[in-house]
């Protein structure tokens, strides 16, 4: 399995404000994923990051809002600009695992607390 | 648009019983991917167990096996000899087996919050 470390682990941020979050994996991966976690509620996919190309959004989600890097195999970050407190949640980078098992492994999360 | 329906927020099992966790989806693929995530207070995503569409035996890691009947589109986890270190956030999840690469991320349920009593 793949080892994904994710900075900062946690943060107090001020409405307004934008905040970088980076995503380390150990291992090539093709694509990397973004997912959004509200308190209390289950992961939502934000979009999918593949190396070289814009990445892709679900419904919901908006570029300017979050926007992501990738700029290599082994890294990406997730941006979340303009903070509101409603943007307090946990975000999970997620890269798939062994070829054909369709496995998905998860970073430990950033939890934004926006004020 | 696929979905996945846990329907039990919370269940709570004494230590050394067993439980069952219950999950149902829908979808008009025929070949995708089923798993059961744990989540503790770390928060850190952990993979419970994983189950292909296309085979038809259950999956079991250790004390952990699943109920899969795809026609009914059900997905129930087994918990057998429940530990303290159980408790936590169950996630059921789908992915599609049509990912082309594996573009496709999860699809989750809301959850299901295991409590372990002593």
């Known amino acids: 399995s793949a080892v994904i470390s994710q900075k900062p682990s946690r943060d107090i941020c001020q409405r307004g404000t934008s905040l970088t979050i980076q995503c380390q994996v150990d291992s090539q991966v093709t694509m990397m994923f973004w997912y959004r976690q509200q308190p209390g509620q289950s992961l939502t996919l934000i979009a999918t990051?593949?190396?070289?190309?814009?990445?892709?959004?679900e419904s919901g989600f908006v570029i300017d809002k979050f926007p992501i890097s990738r700029p290599n195999l082994t890294f990406s970050t997730l941006t979340v600009s303009n903070m509101s407190p409603e943007d307090s949640s946990i975000y999970l980078c997620?890269?798939?695992?062994?070829?054909?098992?369709?496995?998905?492994?998860f970073g430990e999360g950033s939890r934004l607390t926006v004020l | 648009a696929q979905t996945v329906t846990q329907s039990q927020p919370e269940m709570s099992v004494q230590e050394a019983e067993t439980v069952t966790l219950s999950c149902t989806y829908d979808t008009s693929e025929s070949d995708y991917y089923l798993f059961w995530y744990k989540q503790p207070p770390s928060r850190q995503m952990i993979l419970v167990i994983r189950q292909e569409a296309y085979k038809q035996q259950n999956a079991t890691e250790n004390r952990f096996s699943v109920n899969f009947q795809k026609a009914a589109k059900s997905f129930s986890l087994k918990i057998s000899d429940s530990q303290l270190g159980d408790a936590a956030m169950y996630f059921c999840?789908?992915?599609?087996?049509?990912?082309?690469?594996?573009?496709?991320?999860?699809?989750f349920g809301k959850g299901t919050h295991l409590i372990i009593q002593p």
């Open positions: 997620s890269v798939g695992g062994a070829l054909g098992t369709g496995e998905l492994f």
């Open positions: 999840a789908y992915r599609s087996a049509y990912s082309g690469g594996g573009a496709d991320g999860l699809t």
């Open positions: 990051a593949n190396q070289g190309s814009e990445a892709t959004y």
